[in-house]
């Protein structure tokens, strides 16, 4: 009798069991003690033993031992052998099908519109890997991409996990505007619909999931077995939500990226799809790679490669700007801001309390330094909501041990009304813009800027303000980004989040103007942002405007640079990481805006991998503010 192998119940480990075959249970059981490997537990005639180990032991026993493996494993063993084999001798990346990719192909595979020459080519890079990434600019039409590849494998059930019901809503246009019409979209909304899925996933199903679904232990295993009964192409859409998965420090790892990767090995195709793969650390590209090729080594070569950049050069195709047709960039200088007296001081008391805090140099002062940046960002452009929110809360390290003087501080900032001077110049810029006839988007990370701007403006245009947002609190965000996007319509601006509004969807056929009121150090919400309104224009599109940026940054009022210019400098060094790996020289001028060519305010905006960079800056900043302090001066008045 052959040895029985099957999956335990969470699919992560193997049990092996003697039926009849005591002397070929023997010698597995010698070879897991030959290659020093760990049984999960051990009886009389069974064995559990880690998947992955398991596999180990196979490879070296199958010609010896006579096993008898379920379908799902075996097949999961042959895709896993293929990719080993391919990232060893594999990089063949001219060879890409027997098949002929071109238009003629891909509008009889049932797409009527025509495919960009960049996207031919990307697909023949990344139909000559097992699995691959696209890394191509946001914009460049990685979506119709994936769907022209999708039809080349010959895989006909479709898994795409993406951000948010936004980003479903721009695939399912995208099906509709390719006339893809072989393809059924199903949404996932819960587990009761991935349960009809396991049921039933028809061929030409594209089923749509968002990251957070992995949060759910029951969603994952569902999952997996959903992967182990049908041969799926898995596609992670803006795969860079996944960076957190592998971290120097086990405590900072993200449970949706773990998660995920822990349905990797199931899937017969994986496939990525990011603009901004590289947004804090080359750590970030590690997580993606090992979704592709989980436990061949390859998420380790990246990491201790002097070079990381040739390593995964051979896995990904990657479109630049200047390859598209896309309206021009109008450079425009940082627009500096002077703050207010009292707002000065406001930011200067932040400074020295969190300074006072990372003195205290303990583990739990580490993680309240983590707040102090969103802390520093939220009074250059809004001290009034700041001011109202620590004062709401019962404990805050601002209001604690507040003296009689800093309390009127408090006071004064709350009497001097709700929009700031930065939020006023961002508004007359915007009213500008609104004046000629031309929409635009205003960017920032903060619900109550994005309320107090939204007020201002709908009073502006006599419009409802709840439909000029697009963040956590939008109503209806489908509804907004629809009415923003009819062209000769009356609702020419929106305010919006970028963790919203900042992924997958696109907001450029009418509108070619961006304010940013603040920015965050997180480098891939930046960029992706901007291409919210710089995308591939469609063959009958005119370009007759130029793309144009604004950058507000908040200065001190005896002329010196504060946050936003270190956040500034922050994006220029991420950057320049993105730059390197993957050869795109092109996002340079990027770097410092134009001029250099759970909800984010209860979240800290830099991971601790960066705290000790934030913390040398914070003290030359407490130096700096010191020698030209306005708190002290506003304290000594009173």
């Known amino acids: 009798m ?9 699919f992560s480990n193997i049990a092996i069991e003697n039926i009849d075959s005591d002397d070929d249970f023997h010698f597995i059981k010698n070879s897991i003690s030959k290659f020093y490997l760990e049984p999960l537990k051990e009886e009389e005639s069974k064995i559990w033993i880690r998947l992955m180990d398991f596999w180990l032991i196979y490879r070296k026993t199958f010609k010896s031992v006579n096993y008898d493996i379920d379908k799902y494993l075996e097949r999961l063993f042959a895709n896993h052998g293929i990719n080993l084999q391919f990232l060893e001798y594999g990089f063949d990346t001219n060879k890409s099908d027997d098949k002929t990719i071109d238009q003629e192909f891909l509008k009889n595979s049932g797409f009527k519109r025509p495919f960009l020459d960049t996207q031919i080519r990307d697909i023949k890079k990344m139909i000559s890997s097992p699995n691959s990434a696209n890394f191509s600019v946001p914009g460049a039409g990685k979506t119709t991409t994936l769907l022209g590849l999708n039809k080349l494998t010959g895989i006909a059930k479709l898994l795409i996990v993406v951000p948010n019901n936004e980003v479903m809503d721009s695939w399912e246009e995208e099906v509709s505007e390719m006339k893809a019409g072989s393809y059924r979209v199903v949404r996932i909304k819960s587990n009761k619909d991935l349960e009809k899925l396991l049921q039933k996933f028809d061929d030409n199903t594209l089923a749509l999931v968002t990251y ?13 077995k959903i992967l182990l009964k049908y041969e799926v192409h898995m596609v992670l859409d803006e795969s860079h939500r996944i960076k957190g998965a592998i971290r120097k420090n086990s405590a900072d790892v993200s449970k949706t990226g773990k998660n995920i990767l822990s349905t990797s090995l199931f899937s017969k195709r994986r496939d990525i799809l990011s603009g901004t793969p590289i947004p804090h650390s080359i750590y970030d590209i590690v997580s993606q790679f090992e979704f592709l090729y989980p436990n061949c080594g390859l998420g380790s070569e990246i990491k201790n490669s002097d070079v990381p950049g040739k390593k995964i050069q051979p896995l990904f195709t990657r479109t630049v700007k200047s390859e598209l047709r896309l309206r021009e960039i109008t450079p425009h200088e940082a627009v500096r801001v002077p703050m207010s007296l009292t707002q000065a001081a406001l930011y200067e008391l932040i400074v020295n309390k969190y300074r006072a805090i990372y003195k205290q140099s303990n583990l739990k002062t580490l993680e309240k330094i983590q707040k102090a940046p969103i802390r520093q960002i939220w009074c ?7 001011v109202t929110q620590v004062l709401s809360k019962g404990y805050d390290e601002l209001n604690e041990n ?13 009497d001097g009304g709700r929009v700031s001077n930065k ?14 006839g031309e929409q635009v988007i205003i960017w920032s990370q903060f619900s109550n800027v994005i309320k107090t701007l939204s007020k201002e403006l709908g009073e502006i245009l006599n419009i409802d303000s709840e439909l000029l947002t ?7 965000a489908s509804k907004n980004i629809e009415l923003f996007n009819k ?6 601006v929106l305010v919006a989040n970028p963790k919203k509004g900042g992924e997958g969807i696109s907001l450029h056929k009418n ?23 710089h995308r591939v224009l469609g063959p009958n599109d005119i370009a007759p405007e130029n793309v144009n940026y604004y950058i507000f940054e908040s200065w001190h009022p005896r002329e010196f640079d504060l946050i936003d210019r270190r956040i500034s400098s922050n994006l220029k060094r991420k950057l320049e990481v993105m730059i390197e790996v993957l050869n795109d020289k092109e996002l340079i001028p990027l770097s410092l805006g134009e001029d250099d060519i759970g909800e984010l305010e209860n979240a800290g905006l830099i991971g601790m991998e960066e705290i000790n960079d934030y913390i040398d800056d914070l003290e030359l900043e407490y130096e700096n503010l010191k020698k030209n302090s306005i708190l002290d001066e506003y304290l000594d008045s009173l």
């Open 2 to 10: 052959p040895i029985k192998v099957r999956f335990t119940s969470d």
């Open 470 to 476: 697009l963040y956590g609190e939008t109503e209806d």
């Open 212 to 224: 957070n679904r992995f949060l759910n232990r029951e969603s994952v295993d569902a999952i997996i």
């Open 380 to 386: 250059s452009v809004d001290p009034h909501g700041l």
């Open 487 to 492: 062209k000769n319509n009356e609702f020419k």
């Open 402 to 414: 507040l003296k009689p003087a800093e309390v009127k501080l408090f006071d004064e900032i709350l």
């Open 511 to 533: 509108c070619w103007n961006a304010i940013y009121v603040d920015r965050s150090y997180d480098c891939a919400k930046y960029l992706q942002s901007r291409d919210r309104i």
């Open 423 to 436: 939020m006023q110049e961002a508004l007359n810029k915007a009213e500008s813009i609104l004046k000629k």
